[in-house]
């Protein structure tokens, strides 16, 4: 799932312009969980700015449960089809949820300014309804097998790749002591699996291109087809 904050309130008073007419989307998906842009904190925002002398004329988490704003068709058919004349009122939109979401609506709402409300800080794990937490920096070309199962470019602070950097004091990070040093992690769990002969390995640097920007996935029949600048990368997936 995608980690979301909130933008602070001033910073997005100051998107609108006087007079301005704001539709407020939210998401019932991660932003749901994050507590940014579930339904509780979409109708909190619509109060927030309209105290604050914002005109908003509507707002919507998209619904039934299990549309999410990461999948364009439905979020547009159910903006079209439930919200379809303040959609066409609206100068503008303010979205609460990741940058994926907030492209949708952004595709979904032709000829209109689209506002983000909330930060995406990053891509992680739900451990409770009250603890998220990284695991995966998306990357784009995945290396945890030899560390088993543990990320190093995202637990470790300086993202190495073969073994800590010797700054670790009783397992904690130097850079932050209150941080576990992602050797010391990777290290305990291949120990429990009986595999520390994996860190004598030597892993060869990152191919970094994979992870320029813009990316795309495109999906046919059976097969999937990965594009970056480091080219295009086709992974069947039926025998």
């Not at 998906?29 to 604050?52: D, V, Y």
């Not at 945890?144 to 300086?158: E, I, R």
């Not at 990777?186 to 002969?197: M, P, T």
Request: glycine letters at 12%; hydrophobic letters at 35%.
């Amino acid at each position: 799932m995608h980690a979301t904050i909130q933008k602070d309130i001033e910073e997005i008073i100051g998107y609108f312009k006087a007079g301005e007419k704001v539709f407020i989307v939210g998401c019932d998906n991660c932003a749901a969980k994050c507590h940014s842009g579930g339904i509780p904190e979409t109708q909190e925002m619509a109060n927030r700015l309209q105290k604050r002398g914002i005109n908003v004329i509507g707002w919507c988490v998209p619904q039934p449960p299990g549309v999410s704003l990461c999948k364009l068709s439905n979020t547009k058919k159910v903006l079209q089809e439930q919200y379809g004349d303040q959609i066409k009122e609206a100068d503008s939109f303010l979205v609460l949820a990741c940058g994926q979401g907030f492209h949708t609506v952004l595709d979904a709402t032709e000829g209109a300014m689209v506002h983000p409300g909330c930060d995406t800080i990053f891509g992680g794990e739900t451990v409770s309804d009250n603890f998220i937490t990284e695991y995966c920096s998306l990357c784009g070309e995945c290396i945890v097998d030899f560390a088993g199962g543990l990320c190093p470019v995202t637990l470790c602070a300086k993202s190495l790749l073969n073994g800590p950097c010797g700054g670790a004091k009783d397992g904690k990070c130097e850079v932050d002591r209150n941080r576990d040093c992602g050797w010391q992690l990777i290290y305990d769990r291949l120990r429990a699996l009986g595999r520390l002969d994996q860190m004598e390995a030597y892993m060869p640097p990152k191919r970094y291109s994979k992870w320029s920007r813009p990316r795309s996935l495109t999906l046919g029949d059976g097969e999937a087809t990965f594009s970056s600048l480091a080219g295009s990368h086709t992974v069947v997936n039926h025998d």
